[in-house]
């Protein structure tokens, strides 16, 4: 998944992890998620996510990058992944793609 963060804005996304159906959330109790914002893979460290559990019986949670994180990147296109470690130490990717960051024009 590709998406935009805009300079002086938080980012917050909600999500599910969901079964191969595509419907039913997975239960994600005892794991735990990550996601970071790399140039590429290996590279220097740019940011790293926080994640709320909205309902983590069902896999629903919210992604959050605070204000000073987004700020903290430079502008340009970046990469990011989203790994959940289940309870027993499994890593699942659930997604990964481009972050592009960019001013804001109009400030807050």
Same mark, same amino acid.
């Given at each position: 998944?590709? =998406? +935009?963060?805009?300079? #002086?804005? *938080? ?22 998620? !990550? &996601?970071? *914002?790399?140039?590429?893979?290996? #590279?220097?460290?740019? &940011? ?5 559990? *909205? ?10 990058? &605070?204000? !000073?994180?987004?700020? !903290?990147?430079?502008?340009?296109? =970046?990469?990011?992944?989203? *790994?959940?470690?289940? !309870?027993? #130490? ?6 990964? #793609? +481009? ?6 024009? +109009?400030?807050?």
């Amino acid at each position: 998944m590709n =998406f +935009t963060l805009k300079h #002086g804005r *938080v980012f917050r996304r909600r999500r599910q992890y969901l079964e191969s159906d595509g419907v039913t959330g997975i239960d994600c109790t005892g794991g735990i998620l !990550a &996601a970071e *914002v790399r140039p590429e893979p290996g #590279g220097t460290l740019l &940011a790293t996510f926080t994640f709320e559990w *909205v309902d983590i019986t069902i896999g629903l949670f919210d992604q959050v990058l &605070a204000v !000073a994180a987004v700020d !903290a990147i430079p502008d340009g296109v =970046f990469r990011h992944d989203l *790994v959940f470690t289940d !309870a027993l #130490g499994e890593p699942h990717n659930l997604e990964e #793609g +481009t972050i592009t960051k960019t001013g804001s024009i +109009t400030e807050p």
